[in-house]
């Protein structure tokens, strides 16, 4: 069977741009995670370039991925000779120092920033996950999760694989590195691909070959970047930007990119394919960069037309909006700028009317830590005073509308109400500019369980009666799939739906789909 290159059949929208540039790309299908909210999933990255070290570009794009996870941040490079690896727990200026990027020779690697969704808060679940065996040596960055690692895992415990973690990244990497015994590489990566269910973009090195995987939903962002001198893979366009590359397009859903080793160009493989993606409209909501492209669209853009269609949706007249910092700031954007065109009740506004004010009326001090990493209830009600802070001012003797992305609990909400009052609001009304929701995400986010979802068992004007707001409106589901261009069925939704696109234990699915079958074969030794 060929490897699954075509030059003759090249993907449309990529051209060389410079002379070394030439590797044709091809498509080939081969026969066969609010201040009290949900927390970031993980930022993966990977470089090829001509003749420079990969560690510092690595190390820069992770500080653009910073906000996708806080808990560790590791850097696998290679030599052509030999895989060298850095990991440690924390932030990226905590985890490397100018002796540790020294030490990370080769021109290809790949990186990741990490906040446990599956797996120990622990360094043996830290990436990038690396593994020799026979034929290598093998890194992996995984953002996302896995629905059936446990089964894979058992599998591979039965043939005599042994596991350092209870993180499905090593499940994966495992699996990989059998398959490499017995197949090429991109067959090895589909005979994965065809066992694994769930959400991943992966960044991964097999010995100095950086390959970039996303799965056939498309679940989880990861894009590609031309650099001068070579190419990158990344979670997200903004580390592309900070390494001064251009954004050449998304990893396509079921694609398999693989970068050459000289920077010169990437091939790509369309390995799998399937009839609608689920990309996480939450990306957009919240957890992407505003300076990010996601699936074509720029975050900050989608997040202000969001916002108009707040107010179209559930716009009230008061003397002023605000956003709660930062992640409601381009959503109050849009939402003001809609107020300045028409009355809250679709009209539109007389000249003479100047709609509703825009002001920040919330200060957020940056030096505080994220409230929902507070372990007691008590310690986050505690901490959204120390984080934010009204200016009475803005607020003082006057209706107030407030945008937030999301109400996860409902704590950090119902301290910014009670903070507003305080301040000397007249009214206080509440805007999100998403649905609510009402069901945990399996695919990477810790969203917390239906237990602790203040909309898992409320209707919205129980919500705003927990929270003590004067009136409370949320975006509905139609409106986001309109504003992100895309089908409901297009769209992973069960966090505001209850219903998944992926096959999960006791939970509805929105689709038909079912999870792959995994074989518990006899036992035997381990090939790695």
């Not at 994966?172 to 769930?198: C, P, Q, S």
């Not at 056939?216 to 930007?241: F, M, T, W």
Request: with cysteine; charged share 25%; hydrophobic share 35%.
């Amino acid at each position: 069977m060929p490897d699954g290159r075509d030059p003759s059949n090249p993907t449309p929208g990529r051209e060389p741009t410079d002379a070394r540039s030439t590797t044709a790309e091809s498509t080939t299908t081969p026969t066969a995670a609010d201040l009290s909210g949900p927390t970031e999933k993980c930022g993966v990255v990977g470089v090829a370039l001509a003749d420079r070290a990969a560690s510092r570009p690595l190390y820069y794009s992770l500080y653009a991925l910073q906000h996708r996870g806080q808990e560790s941040a590791g850097i696998v490079t290679h030599d052509g000779f030999q895989q060298h690896s850095h990991v440690e727990m924390g932030l990226v200026g905590d985890a490397f120092d100018e002796s540790d990027l020294d030490s990370l020779a080769g021109t290809t690697g790949i990186g990741h920033v990490r906040y446990p969704t599956s797996g120990g808060v622990n360094a043996s679940c830290a990436q990038p996950f690396s593994v020799s065996f026979k034929s290598g040596s093998l890194g992996l960055s995984h953002n996302g999760n896995l629905v059936n690692a446990d089964e894979i895992r058992e599998e591979l415990a039965n043939l005599g694989h042994a596991f350092t973690s209870d993180g499905d990244t090593e499940v994966i990497a495992h699996d990989l590195a059998r398959n490499l015994l017995e197949a090429d590489l991109v067959r090895a990566v589909k005979r994965t691909m065809d066992r694994i269910h769930g959400s991943y973009a992966l960044t991964i090195m097999h010995d100095e070959t950086v390959l970039a995987v996303r799965d056939p939903q498309g679940n989880r962002p990861l894009c590609i970047g031309k650099l001068d001198d070579g190419y990158v893979v990344a979670s997200e366009s903004a580390a592309i930007d900070t390494l001064d590359g251009e954004l050449v397009r998304d990893v396509r859903p079921g694609e398999l990119v693989v970068l050459e080793p000289d920077g010169s160009g990437f091939d790509s493989y369309q390995l799998v394919e399937t009839e609608n993606t689920a990309h996480c409209f939450f990306e957009h909501v919240y957890f992407a960069r505003p300076d990010s492209v996601i699936d074509d669209t720029l975050v900050y853009e989608a997040r202000r037309s969001l916002g108009r269609k707040l107010w179209a949706e559930s716009g009230i007249e008061s003397d002023v909006v605000m956003p709660v910092p930062d992640s409601g700031r381009a959503f109050a954007s849009g939402y003001a700028e809609a107020a300045h065109e028409t009355t809250a009740d679709g009209a539109e506004r007389p000249a003479e009317e100047s709609g509703v004010e825009f002001a920040e009326g919330l200060m957020k001090n940056r030096y505080v830590g994220r409230t929902f990493i507070m372990p007691t209830q008590d310690e986050r009600e505690r901490a959204v005073r120390l984080k934010l802070n009204p200016i009475k001012s803005t607020i003082e003797g006057k209706s107030v509308t407030i945008i937030d992305d999301s109400i996860v609990r409902g704590t950090t909400s119902r301290q910014l109400v009670s903070l507003l009052k305080d301040a000397g609001a007249s009214e206080v009304h509440v805007r999100i500019g998403a649905p609510p929701i009402v069901a945990p995400c399996y695919m990477g986010i810790d969203m917390a369980s239906r237990d602790e979802l203040i909309a898992a068992d409320r209707s919205v004007e129980e919500i705003r009666e927990e929270i003590g707001a004067d009136t409370l409106g949320y975006l509905s589901i139609d409106a986001v799939a309109d504003v992100l261009g895309e089908s409901r069925l297009d769209l992973c939704l069960g966090c505001v739906t209850g219903e998944y696109p992926y096959d999960i234990d006791d939970e509805a699915t929105d689709r038909d789909v079912t999870r792959p079958v995994i074989d518990d074969p006899e036992p035997r030794p381990a090939d790695d």
